[in-house]
């Protein structure tokens, strides 16, 4: 499938969450000890909709594959 070019921040937007800068910093550093072993959208702080949202763009390698990626190794980083 042919990638769409969203910009991280619109990631955030899409889900739901405050999208500018300092939103997200203060989102990654709550969320910030997501493991290896645990799948993005398996999180426990995601709302149900947001789940599944994440999922599918990982399965169908949608639009928002590569935005979703990027937010799971920022979760990741120590």
């Known amino acids: 499938m042919e990638q769409g ?3 991280f921040h619109e990631l955030f937007a899409q889900l739901g ?21 645990v799948a993005l959208s398996e999180a426990p702080f995601w709302t ?3 789940a599944a949202f994440l999922r599918e763009s990982v399965m169908l390698d949608a639009d928002w594959a590569q935005q979703a990626e990027q937010l799971s190794q920022a979760l990741r980083w120590r």
């Open 17 to 37: 969450l405050a999208c500018d800068r300092q939103g997200i910093e203060v989102f990654l550093k709550a969320h910030r000890a997501l493991t290896g072993d």
């Open 5 to 7: 070019s969203h910009a």
């Open 48 to 50: 149900p909709a947001q």
